[in-house]
């Protein structure tokens, strides 16, 4: 017995017994000759804990940087239980959770890691191991979570994973991943959370994944996945996250798809995918909070029964084929904050294309509002004043819209950006944008817009890109302009605006991108002030009737003169790149 006992054991824990009496080893001895030969105590023999060390050691050997120091109380000095990262069971020394994350580690993982079979959750986040997954890791048949995300492993994911057949979270978003993903993952049935983001993987997606029974979460976005949706996902009672964007794919999405009602997120935009949203979307995904299927080829007119998404957060067709006039009332998404409906054929150039405005006031949460590029015609309706104060991007630019814009957009205080340009929009530009001081993008370009320029546009002090160009606008360019001190890309070029350059408007040192005031009807010198524009990158005062020489101040910078008919200091424009 002695003897037999002494051959279970390795040599320091032999020398650790010998310490006690032969009877109290021998009755050591035996307690742990059952422990380890019942499956209750299996966990605690010697042997096995003395593997984890083993492997905690191996892996450590295989860091080749630990720059925060994790591993120094890796040492015999230590049990490993105590060593940092690293936490045991209460009822046996095997190491349940191993927890290497946000500590700038590099190295590649060792398979050793395959050892540490009493394992639970392992955590390498947020590091730079590189290599492959040891395929041992498929061993650990107690694994519940594992989350390599944010490292630089390559290789493939071995299929040898579908052994950790108790996976509830595979988390391996953000490395340099390759080839297919293992349809042997599909057998893993208790797998909620599964992220593959960011890498570089490809081929199908499995049908097999239809199987994962308990999946809550399956984010594939940026990869190079191709192939169609299969329609097994369609399975996946349970699923509420799906993310497939920026990928490969192609052909429909399954209806079985747009019919599981526990879908609360589904972004699969920057793919092939074509086809209808089905008319009962609202209905059939009630928990919907987010769509984003933008720059696919949808096709079709917008669901109107998207009005019953009461749960809507968040809409996003930028970029796809929709058509028609846009029946929905929003005022059934009361908490809708982003809707983008930019670059469709949305609309039909009638009047009453923005109709739908009027219930998207009752949005009160709405901050974005991207209804650019489409072809939307009619009258800004009066009912914009009353849209959300919380609006913090509108974007109406490259539509058919005619007539003025209602004084109403006093109200919007919030915004940051606003742009209208290329439209048919006329009238004045209402004295009240002045009141909109959170503004850093103000585009009105190239509409029939007339009258002054509202010197109210100074109160705006943020203002770092304002262009007016390409519209009807008289008068002279107001000198308080020049108070727009972090203006960096100004632009009232093709207009009739007469008169001298203000001083403080050329002198404005925070114009660093463009200065474009040709084609207009100014007049007089060209101040000397020009001379603080040293880091421009572009100034055209080309067709105007300046006179006069150039500031000799303009000699620092290299000018580039076109070719032309009239003086040549009209002609000016220089490049400072
Ligand atoms: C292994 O476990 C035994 C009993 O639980 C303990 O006495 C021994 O110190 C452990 N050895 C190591 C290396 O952890
Ligand atoms: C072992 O780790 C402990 C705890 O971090 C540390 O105090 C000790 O200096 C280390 N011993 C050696 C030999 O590195
Ligand atoms: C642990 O794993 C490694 C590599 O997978 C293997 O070579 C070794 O024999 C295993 N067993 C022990 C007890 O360390
Ligand atoms: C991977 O799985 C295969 C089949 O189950 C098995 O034969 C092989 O030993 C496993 N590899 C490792 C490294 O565990
Ligand atoms: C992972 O890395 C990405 C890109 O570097 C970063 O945006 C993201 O915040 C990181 N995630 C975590 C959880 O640290
Ligand atoms: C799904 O699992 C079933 C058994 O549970 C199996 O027969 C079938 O082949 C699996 N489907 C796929 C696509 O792997
Ligand atoms: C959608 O779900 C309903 C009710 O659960 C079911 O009757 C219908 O067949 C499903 N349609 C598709 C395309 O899966
Ligand atoms: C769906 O929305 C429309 C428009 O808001 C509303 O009239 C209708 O009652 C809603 N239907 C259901 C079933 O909620
Ligand atoms: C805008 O809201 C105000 C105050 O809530 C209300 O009196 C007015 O009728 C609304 N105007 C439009 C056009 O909806
Ligand atoms: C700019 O704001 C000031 C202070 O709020 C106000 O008195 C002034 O009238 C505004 N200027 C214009 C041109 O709107």
């Not at 302009?481 to 207009?495: E, R």
Request: proline share 5%.
């Amino acid at each position: 017995m002695l003897l037999s006992c002494a051959l279970l054991y390795n040599k320091p824990v032999l020398n650790f017994l010998l310490l006690f009496n032969v009877n109290t080893l021998l009755l050591l001895c035996i307690i742990t000759w059952l422990h380890s030969h019942s499956p209750v105590f299996a966990a605690t023999t010697l042997h096995a804990n003395e593997t984890d060390r083993l492997a905690l050691l191996a892996i450590k050997a295989q860091l080749t940087q630990d720059p925060l120091g994790l591993t120094s109380s890796w040492n015999d000095s230590l049990h490993f239980c105590n060593w940092s990262g690293v936490i045991c069971g209460h009822g046996h020394q095997r190491v349940i959770t191993l927890n290497l994350s946000y500590h700038d580690l590099v190295g590649s993982l060792s398979p050793y890691v395959g050892n540490l079979t009493f394992l639970r959750g392992i955590s390498l986040e947020q590091n730079y191991f590189h290599g492959e997954i040891p395929p041992e890791v498929g061993r650990l048949s107690g694994l519940r979570y594992l989350n390599f995300s944010n490292n630089s492993l390559s290789g493939e994911i071995p299929a040898n994973l579908s052994g950790c057949s108790n996976l509830i979270m595979l988390r391996l978003g953000f490395n340099k991943l390759i080839g297919k993903i293992p349809y042997q993952l599909g057998s893993l049935q208790k797998l909620e959370r599964f992220q593959l983001h960011y890498n570089n993987l490809s081929g199908p997606i499995p049908a097999s994944l239809g199987n994962l029974s308990s999946v809550r979460s399956l984010s594939f976005s940026v990869n190079s996945f191709e192939g169609t949706i299969p329609d097994a996902l369609g399975q996946l009672k349970t699923l509420n996250f799906l993310g497939l964007g920026l990928n490969q794919l192609t052909g429909i999405v399954p209806p079985s798809i747009f019919n599981l009602s526990s879908i609360t997120i589904f972004t699969l935009p920057f793919n092939q995918l074509h086809g209808n949203l089905p008319s009962n979307l609202g209905f059939a995904l009630p928990n919907l909070r987010v769509l984003n299927i933008g720059h696919n080829q949808f096709t079709g007119a917008l669901p109107e029964s998207l009005s019953n998404g009461s749960n809507l957060l968040e809409f996003d067709i930028n970029g796809s084929n929709f058509t028609g006039k846009v029946n929905i009332d929003f005022g059934g998404l009361p908490v809708l904050w982003s809707l983008v409906l930019a670059s469709n054929p949305l609309g039909r150039g009638e009047a009453d294309d923005l109709d739908f405005l009027n219930s998207l006031t009752k949005c009160r949460n709405l901050q974005i509002l991207d209804l650019s590029n489409d072809q939307f015609g009619g009258v800004i309706p009066i009912s914009f004043g009353n849209l959300s104060t919380e609006l913090v991007q509108l974007r109406l630019g490259g539509n058919k819209l005619w007539g003025s814009i209602p004084t109403g957009i006093k109200n919007l205080v919030n915004l940051t950006e606003l742009t209208m340009e290329q439209n048919n929009l006329t009238g004045n530009i209402p004295a009240v944008i002045g009141n909109l001081r959170m503004l850093r993008l103000l585009d009105l370009s190239e509409n029939q817009f007339s009258g002054n320029l509202p010197s109210s546009i100074a109160n705006i002090s943020q203002l770092y890109k304002l262009h007016l160009q390409s519209n009807n606008f008289t008068g002279n360019i107001p000198s308080s302009f020049g108070n727009l001190t972090s203006l960096q890309d100004l632009d009232l070029s093709q207009n009739y605006l007469s008169g001298a350059i203000p001083k403080n408007v050329i002198g404005l040192s925070s114009l660093t991108i463009s200065l474009n005031l040709a084609q207009n009807q100014l007049t007089g010198l060209l101040p000397s002030e020009v001379s603080n524009l040293k880091n421009l990158g572009h100034l055209d005062v080309s067709e105007n009737q300046l006179s006069g020489e150039i500031p000799s101040g303009l000699g620092s910078c290299i000018p580039e003169r076109t070719p032309g008919p009239g003086p040549v200091e009209e002609q000016l424009i220089w490049t400072n790149s």
